[in-house]
């Protein structure tokens, strides 16, 4: 089973790719090598997915790398927010520094969607995630866990009343917003008493800044 | 420009639909005819939604059948919010009945979406965003305006810091957003003080409900 990222092996090379250069046009340019002191492992997956060799991952490329393990597209919505967490300088693309940092963030997620996904279906189901939240240290009640559920399961196939399985994309996303709720509140919750008293400004704010 | 359902020529008949029998196999059955009283106009966009023929649109078919003025797919979670509103007996599927619901939605929504778009640039950008908003009696800050539309903004090709324009079907979401939060929100605030007191569940319950 694969998970996460596909097309590894990149484009097939063009004629001339690497060639000391040729004429008649069209080649695509030769990538520049890598920087000094990059894992060339890393460089190879980088160069791959930066397909038009602009130096730099745009986020229309990074969403033609990424699919899940049932090859459907990763949503517009976790590419963003993946571009959010990793294009650090906010230039609108993913520099190979800040490559680095995606690969890891995607290979620890590959780990962990792998490691609770028990039945091997490729998707997460209920008890799956209840399984994997309550190990982040997140207490839901069965009503907001078959909300969750329900939220982010990515199978149409069957929809209604039942909660379908959660492909990887939309997992990483989950979680993702379950600690965003729970970090907001816990800062709005100074006495720490379950309750938090908050105006329609933050109410609004806390919820539009989640992926 | 066209905005919202795409296709609706619906298929090409296949060899022998709507003739009188035939024999071989392979024939598509003919759809059976609309109920007593129905709008055939409707019927006709309803059957050709409903590709198998059988009677009721499911979620995968709804999806297939969605697309947006410039051609891309609905998001997965801009369909499941229109299963949601349309599927109101929750049988996973959308009937005829429910059909003329749905549809008078997404055209509503297509003539809203049609008057905001001042620059028919096919998105919304952030200033018609805000015409749009302010015309429905939500008053958002600079700052709570621009979060939205980096959350709902659908082009890749440049991301950062700039907001990108509002496909269709993203706009449709980010309304529902902003009128859930909001009826939320003075649902809480019994004694209409701009503030309300939550506790952990009801806000995880209230995030978790938004599409």
């Keep these: 089973m694969s998970y996460g990222y596909g097309g590894y092996g990149g484009p097939p090379a063009p004629p001339g790719y690497g060639a000391p250069g040729g004429y008649g046009g069209g080649f695509v340019p030769a990538h520049a090598p890598p920087p000094p002191g990059a894992d060339p492992q890393l460089w190879s997956h980088f160069i791959a997915v930066d397909q038009d060799r602009s130096g730099a991952i745009s986020a229309v490329e990074l969403e033609r790398a990424l699919v899940n393990g049932n090859w459907t597209p990763f949503d517009l919505d976790t590419v963003k927010l993946l571009m959010n967490i990793f294009d650090t300088d906010r ?13 890891k963030y995607i290979k620890d997620w590959q780990n962990v969607f792998a490691h609770f996904d028990r039945d091997r279906s490729g998707t997460i189901d209920e008890q799956e995630m209840r399984n994997a ?4 240290g997140y207490n839901l009640s069965p009503q907001l866990m078959h909300l969750l559920q329900m939220k982010f399961a990515s199978d149409l196939r069957t929809t209604g009343r039942a909660a379908n399985g959660i492909s990887f994309d939309r997992f990483v996303r989950a979680c993702v917003v379950v600690k965003q709720i729970t970090d907001s509140f816990r800062r709005l919750d100074t006495d720490r008493d379950g309750w938090v008293q908050i105006n329609y400004d933050q109410f609004m704010h806390t919820v539009l800044s989640l992926p």
Tied chains: 1, 2.
Excluded: D, K, M, Y
């Excluded at 230039?91 to 690969?103: C, D, V």
């Excluded at 939240?133 to 982040?136: A, E, K």
């Design 91 to 103: 230039s609108g693309t993913i520099g190979f520094n800040e490559f680095a940092g995606l690969w």
């Design 133 to 136: 939240l309550g190990q982040f």
